[in-house]
T-cell receptor, first 114, second 111 residues
Framework: NAGVTQTPKFQVLKTGQSMTLQCAQDMNHNSMYWYRQDPGMGLRLIYYSASEGTTDKGEVPNGYNVSRLNKREFSLRLESAAPSQTSVYFC?????????????FGSGTQLSVL | RKEVEQDPGPFNVPEGATVAFNCTYSNSASQSFFWYRQDCRKEPKLLMSVYSSGNEDGRFTAQLNRASQYISLLIRDSKLSDSATYLCVVIRGGGSYIPTFGRGTSLIVHP
């Protein structure tokens, strides 16, 4: 059972380059999330999708865009990468049934922007 | 004030010790509470949910104090393998159900 699959695991970009982080879940979950984690900052929500067809900004959305391609897939795009976007990115999903269920996480993407 | 606050630690304890962490939250409409564990920048994994009446899972006990707006995690008989970062997660009510994480509390258990 794959759970949440996140790619790539590592990426190095130059300032101004673009890239898309991919996330897919096979648990038929309604809600999906993108977080970033920086030293001493905990996990901060970038964007989330409460259900297929909807996306909303989280705490730190600037510089990012997202697409909920279908129920399974939720991608995060950096249009013009900046060094401040160097971070570890986690995708997560949950059943989305009233906010009482647990989050399942992907294994993370370590992104460095030079 | 951050919505969810934790003491970052580290808490440095010997094997067999009892250790407790607190987590405070600012939004009184928060409805669900969890403790997650994270090892060395790996993905967070659910440790336990926190119920209003308090709950126990082996050596771990979680409690919720709605009046003072905090949750706690107690670990008894600490093991070396308990060394990790413990993340408090709070989910707002009111329809948005957004999970908000604390910064985490680092625990180091030494021989």
């Amino acid at each position: 059972n794959a759970g949440v699959t996140q790619t790539p695991k590592f990426q190095v970009l130059k300032t101004g380059q673009s890239m898309t982080l991919q996330c897919a879940q096979d648990m038929n979950h309604n809600s999906m999330y993108w977080y970033r984690q920086d030293p001493g900052m905990g996990l901060r929500l970038i964007y989330y999708s409460a259900s297929e067809g909807t996306t909303d900004k989280g705490e730190v959305p600037n510089g990012y865009n997202v697409s909920r391609l279908n129920k399974r897939e939720f991608s995060l795009r950096l249009e013009s990468a900046a060094p401040s976007q160097t971070s570890v990115y986690f995708c997560a999903s949950s059943l989305g049934d009233g906010g009482r269920e647990k989050l399942f996480f992907g294994s993370g993407t370590q992104l460095s922007v030079l | 004030r951050k919505e969810v606050e934790q003491d970052p630690g580290p808490f440095n304890v010997p094997e067999g010790a009892t250790v407790a962490f607190n987590c405070t939250y600012s939004n009184s409409a928060s409805q669900s509470f969890f403790w997650y564990r994270q090892d060395c920048r790996k993905e967070p994994k659910l440790l336990m949910s926190v119920y209003s009446s308090g709950n126990e899972d082996g050596r771990f006990t979680a409690q919720l104090n709605r009046a003072s707006q905090y949750i706690s995690l107690l670990i008894r008989d600490s093991k070396l393998s308990d060394s990790a970062t413990y993340l408090c997660v709070v989910i707002r009510g009111g329809g948005s159900y957004i999970p908000t994480f604390g910064r985490g509390t680092s625990l180091i258990v030494h021989p």
